[in-house]
């Protein structure tokens, strides 16, 4: 591990100076980022996860509550037409994500790739790449910092604060799970009501919620299936195990990957144990061509959050618009917008992030640096599906 931040010490050195004497005729700059972008990573900059999970103070995890969250996640009596499951974009064989650029919901049959609208369809793509729920558990996590739960970033923009606050959200959005027949105020409360008609839903909510007067209700629909989202997780990557002290659990080949991450520049925005500063950023990653509009991302400024790197074997494609199939592609982005090349039409010079554009980024180092991002795969993760839901209804939808 010395030899590595030794090594990591003096390519950083090199890149530092080079940097600074470029920015110093680079005239105005955000100064901020500079400031930042001319520190240097180390490999104390990432980290293992946790082998444990933090519950918010209000919503503590019990067996009753996760055995309930799970049966709803699983159940399309969730979506106005009964006929999309939260699995049903977050499908357990692509840790808990999917294969589509963006996703289908509504009026969708079919997984995998075989996904496809139901003719004649009058609803629009998702508007963005899936998501995987694996390890949400974890969102916001940074060295040496304060964590909080229910304050959890969620989304690509960042809209919604901690799981039980997302858990809602999905149900109430057109094309996800509420389908043109409900209105986004009303869908809650028949969802709820229809949950509370299930007898078998009835009993497993009083188990999980025994406190509550009326224990089916919204918020604690939100917390059941928040509980069992913190089971969803995967913590044993060999770049884990690394970190916790077996030296020996990467090649030479993936340690040198290790440092070509460090050393470009990755680690300024993908850092920490969930290789996520969990922060907004421009990098003007193209769109999708499944939408009419182009996604302006967080307060219309085309930032998106940094995402995880972890089991990126399983997620692909990649980014906010699923517009990358291939690590390879992601990289090569990364290698041309360093160049100062712009790839979405809508993102002007000067608006991409300086941690990117400052980068330097080497043709030659690409495939070391997808070595070392295999390493953070872990496929151990609870992959099991109920064999039925309360509803009756089929699990995982259509
Ligand atoms: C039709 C597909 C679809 C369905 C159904 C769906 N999701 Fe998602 N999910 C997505 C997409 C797409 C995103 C990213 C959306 C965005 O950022 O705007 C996402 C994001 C998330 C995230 C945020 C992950 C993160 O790291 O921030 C969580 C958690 C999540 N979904 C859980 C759920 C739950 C729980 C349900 C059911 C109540 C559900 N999803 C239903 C597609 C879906
Ligand atoms: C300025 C901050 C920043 C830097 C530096 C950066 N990234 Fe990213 N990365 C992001 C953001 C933000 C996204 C999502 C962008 C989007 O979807 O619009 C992303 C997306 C990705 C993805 C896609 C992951 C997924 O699940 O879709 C990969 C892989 C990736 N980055 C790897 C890297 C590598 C390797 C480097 C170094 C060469 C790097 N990043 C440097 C911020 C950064």
Not at 72 to 92: E, I, K, M, W, Y
Not at 278 to 304: I, M, Q
Not at 329 to 340: H, K, N, R, S, T
Request: a negative charge; aromatic letters at 8%.
């Amino acid at each position: 591990m010395a030899g590595v931040s030794i090594e990591v010490f003096r390519n950083c050195m090199l890149i530092a100076s080079i940097a600074t004497i470029l920015w110093a005729c680079g005239g105005e700059q955000n100064a901020a980022s500079e400031k930042e972008a001319a520190r240097m990573e180390t490999i104390a900059d990432l980290g293992a996860l946790p082998l444990t999970v933090a519950d918010p103070e209000d919503n503590p995890s019990t067996p009753e509550k996760v055995a309930l969250g799970r049966l709803l996640f699983f159940d399309p009596v969730l979506s106005g037409n009964r006929d999309v499951a939260c699995a049903t974009c977050h499908q357990p064989e692509f840790n808990y994500a999917e294969f589509l650029e963006t996703s289908i919901g509504v009026n969708g049959v079919g997984r995998g790739q075989a996904r496809r609208f139901v003719d004649p369809n009058d609803i629009p793509f998702v508007k963005r790449n899936s998501q995987s729920v694996l390890n949400t558990a974890f969102n916001g996590l940074r060295n040496g910092e304060e964590y909080d739960p229910a304050s959890a970033p969620m989304f690509w923009d960042v809209r919604a604060k901690g799981l039980e606050q997302q858990a809602l959200e999905p149900i109430k959005t057109l094309e996800e799970m509420r389908g043109n027949g409900y209105h986004e105020n009303g869908i809650l409360d028949e969802v709820v009501t229809r949950l509370s008609h299930i007898p078998e839903y009835r009993k497993l909510f009083s188990m999980a919620f025994p406190k509550d007067q009326s224990p089916v209700s919204q918020l604690n629909l939100a917390r059941a299936i928040a509980a069992y989202e913190r089971t969803l997780i995967a913590t044993n990557t060999r770049f884990d195990q690394y970190m916790r002290g077996d030296s020996n659990a990467l090649s030479t080949g993936e340690k040198e990957g290790m440092n070509a991450f460090l050393v470009t520049g990755c680690a300024k925005c993908h850092s920490g144990p969930m290789f996520s500063d969990f922060k907004l950023h421009t990098l003007g990653v193209p769109d999708t061509e499944n939408r009419k509009e182009s996604d302006s991302g967080a307060d219309a400024k085309y930032a998106f959050r940094t995402p995880s790197l972890r089991n990126l074997r399983f997620t692909g494609p990649y980014m906010h618009s699923g517009k990358f199939a291939t690590l390879d592609q992601v990289l090569m982005f990364y290698e041309d917008i360093a160049g100062g090349k712009l790839l979405n039409p809508h993102v002007k010079e000067g608006q991409v992030d300086p941690l990117a554009t400052h980068m330097d980024v080497n043709f030659k180092d690409i495939s070391r640096i997808v070595e070392f991002l295999n390493t953070l795969n872990d496929d151990s993760f609870d992959k099991s599906i109920p064999e039925s839901v309360p509803s009756g209804l089929p699990v995982m939808g259509r």
